[in-house]
């Protein structure tokens, strides 16, 4: 499982994931308001207590206000990959489900929307399409479809590579 | 459970008072899951069946597929009342009936305006998370305009 440290690259290494395996991933958006009377939030206050100083006591009891969070998860039950992305900004809600939009054209096997950002996946797109019309079930085209796929995912960089890494380790 | 997929625009509306009661409560969970429809359709030839000779069998599909957006309360089990305060884990817990459940199906074509919409539900109802604070920058430039001052 990997927490990704921002939206744009867990929208990218989403993209990539679906673009893999597109009828099987699934994602989750969790929007969660924590119940700090729970025992889970009570137990690490009174560690600090017994061991920590005082101003990391402050710090801690003034930071306990209920504080809602939004978690985005892109899992592939097949594979195994989860991608993660955890926020408490308001501001991002509206960009994150626009990039849910995109991703959700990805499910639905519709092109790409011509964007700036996404033109270097859309190409990739275009070219597999290319060789699945012309020979759906062939193995051959299997082999020409990985070799469109592959340089795309170094020139992605970041975490994600692993992830991608072990998939096709899989196959 | 298993129950019709609502209309988008009732799903909208659901959702909209699920946040809302979440909010109220004071503490929860709202899981909003997005997925490509691969069943149950009323196409009558399944859309996307498995070629087990090639691995990537599902990856140009002919038409466009439609998702399935569903939405829950994650509230799957409940604490038996007799044995919940002392059983720890699964013991105390039973399935619960009264599990929100909510499931609607998006057309390909609808996908534009679904999620336009949904934004708008999210953003409106989401509102536990943290604003853009503002007060911090203004402190910071009177700060500042202070220290011109002096100097």
Redesign the interface.
Known sequence: MVYLKTPEEWQHHSALLLQARPTTTRITTKYKIPNLASPKYQKPNRRKRDGGEGEQKEQHTGSKVSRAALVLKTYDPESGVVLKLKTDKAADVGRLIAGLGRLGRRMAALPEKAEEAVMEDAEVAEQAAVGGAAAPTGKETTAAINDGKAPQAPGGGGGGGGAKKKKKGKK | MAREHLSNGGFFTQLASL?ET??Q????????????L?FGSSDPSPP?AK?P????W????P?????IVRATD?KSHKLDKEGGATAKGGIGRTKNGEKVKLSTV?Q?DD??A???R??EV??G????????DRSKRKKKIKGRRRGLRRV
Do not use: W
């Open positions: 946040i979440t909010h409560k004071g503490h929860g969970s709202v899981y909003l899951t997005q997925k490509r691969t996307t070629v000779d090639d691995p990537l599902d990856l140009h599909p038409n466009p597929l439609p998702l994650g998006v390909p996908i534009e679904f999620f336009t949904y934004a999210c953003k109802g989401m509102r536990g998370l943290r604003r853009r």
